[in-house]
């Protein structure tokens, strides 16, 4: 695509770098030289991020079909790419709408291209660091009711949130805004000293990356009601191959999906 003002192709972006990763095509040296780097230190950096979408398409079938849940808030939703959370989630409730939250300018214009001819998908420019930008924006209520049971999806975007924006209080005021009876999926990078290593590449990227011990992680759920298994390596999440790779079974990437109570309790 043309480069546009808006769009800052000399920083490695997460986003592309991960389209990189995924084996996409929208991504620009910076983004290339950053992923190269990223799998100098953690050669296996490809199939976890392979794993980390399957993890997104289980979750999402498991929300559409099993949980009957018929509106989805995907925050930090990246690129599109194949099997996108509307596709799957359409796929089985042909009627379920979906609202892609990003801040980049390159995942707005690619999102917003591909999503133009469907009524029942929208794209919101919002932060995840100011969920209140989230919850009361124009183009999430036109589609999303917060009254009714929603799934907000937080997937591999966590760890890019530090601890002074404090993922804690940003999950917690999400929570005040689901209706009993939501879900929330989380997938969260594991520290590891390869991985926090490969993290410290991100210093010279548009965002951070905060890679969390697993009881870090586990805080973050604090007060949901986990669906089986809980919080597992991703592949572990109902898993549709029961063969695996030791490298996928030993992915430093831990997910889970948990509900909110029936009855409200605060966040955080």
Request: proline share 7%; aromatic share 6%; net charge negative.
């Amino acid at each position: 695509m043309p480069e546009g003002s808006l769009i800052d192709v000399s920083t490695p972006n997460v986003a592309r770098t991960y389209d990189y990763l995924l084996g996409g095509k929208e991504n620009f040296a910076a983004d290339r030289a950053m992923a190269e780097k990223v799998l100098r230190l953690v050669p296996q950096a490809r199939t976890f991020a392979r794993l980390n979408r399957e993890f997104l398409v289980r979750a999402v079938r498991f929300l559409a079909g099993e949980a009957r849940i018929t509106q989805f808030v995907d925050i930090g939703s990246g690129l599109p790419t194949e099997r996108n959370v509307h596709e799957v989630a359409q796929q089985i409730t042909p009627g379920a709408r979906v609202v892609y939250v990003d801040n980049d300018p390159m995942v707005l214009v690619h999102a917003r291209a591909l999503l133009a001819t469907d009524a029942n998908t929208r794209v919101a420019d919002a932060d995840l660091r100011k969920p209140s930008s989230i919850v009361g924006h124009r183009d999430v209520l036109d589609l999303i009711d917060w009254s009714k049971p929603v799934a907000v999806l937080l997937v591999a975007v966590l760890h890019f949130i530090t601890d002074t924006d404090d993922p804690r209080q940003i999950i917690g005021e999400l929570r005040a805004a689901m209706a009993p009876g939501s879900y929330l999926v989380i997938a969260h990078v594991e520290r590891r000293p390869e991985v926090n290593r490969a993290a410290d590449l991100y210093r010279d990227a548009n965002a951070p990356a905060v890679p969390r011990r697993a009881e870090e992680i586990a805080a973050l759920l604090s007060g949901l009601d986990l669906v089986a298994p809980g919080l597992v390596r991703l592949p572990l999440w109902r898993p549709q191959e029961l063969e695996m790779w030791p490298e996928e079974l030993d992915a430093p990437l831990l997910g889970a999906v948990g509900q909110v109570a029936s009855v409200r309790t605060g966040g955080g």
